[in-house]
């Protein structure tokens, strides 16, 4: 028996990685009973059911949530428990785990992300910061990174796919985006300051990753109070070949093209730019972005 047993809402996304790792789910809820905290588990047949009875589950009371996916999962779990309290656990099982990534907790050995977990519900949660993201009437959270340019046209593009499945599809994808990328014309309004850019890519992190490891500030802090604005302006096509990689090894900051400023509230607008955020569709742009210092309570 544990030295504190706790209540623990556990939802599990049962598709994640396209339902190759469909045994986390039950693995986490058999760890957790058997280190004595009583759990609930949550299984639906749809990530739209799962957030609306998830939340109905909470409201009955709980002293944790703890989320099994990737990063779409994570921010579900975050709109759930953002500036509640009520702390955050991830165990990663998505395509793409670049919250949990940051915060330190193992991607790839599910038995020693469960054992972090555990391990953590017997201490104090750590304190992170979160955005909001305000689309027309609508405002969400999120916890990695928004995204409003080639990176979310990708994304785009993948998910009205059907095949390859897997993370092929996104290769496919990204390949494809190749053949018609150009740079687009942005209005950015940054804590007072307007810029006018021409840009490939424009985002606002949190974290320091997205995409499964693009890291794209890499030395972003989840707990400074602050977002980073990247923008990587106009350039051709074998150049921002040349660049992709180098982003997957935080390579790209001292490019003359690639601009990162600190803030704490952006309001970005283009023509025919759909956003995303932690992989999930907001939609198009304009959207105006806020951190939320100290807004989540996370077991990592």
Known sequence: MTATSRAVVVAVNRMASFGHRRDVGPRVVERLRAAGHRVVAMDEANIELLR?????????????????????????????VAQTGMPLGIVP??????????????????????????????????????????????????????????????????????????????????????????????RIHADGRTIEVRAMLVSVANNRSLGGGMRIVPDADLADGRLDLFIVERMSRLRFLRMFPKVFRGEHTDLPEVTILPVTSVRIEAADVIAYADGERIGPLPIEVTVVPGALRVLA
């Open 52 to 80: 609306r009875e998830t939340a109905a589950v909470l409201r009955e009371g709980a002293d944790a949530l703890v989320v099994v996916g990737g990063d779409g999962m994570a921010n579900l779990g975050i709109d759930l």
């Open 93 to 186: 099982s998505g395509t793409g785990n670049d919250l949990a990534d940051g915060l330190g907790i193992p991607v790839d050995d599910t038995e020693a992300a469960i054992d972090r977990l555990l391990a953590a519900l017997e201490g104090e949660p750590r304190v992170i910061d979160a955005g909001t993201i305000r689309h027309g009437e609508l405002t969400t959270w999120f916890g990695c990174v928004v995204s409003a340019g080639f990176d979310a046209t990708v994304n785009e593009r993948a998910n009205l796919m059907t095949r390859p499945r897997g993370r092929s599809r996104y290769v496919v994808a990204l390949l494809r985006e190749l053949a018609t990328l150009k740079a687009r014309a942005y």
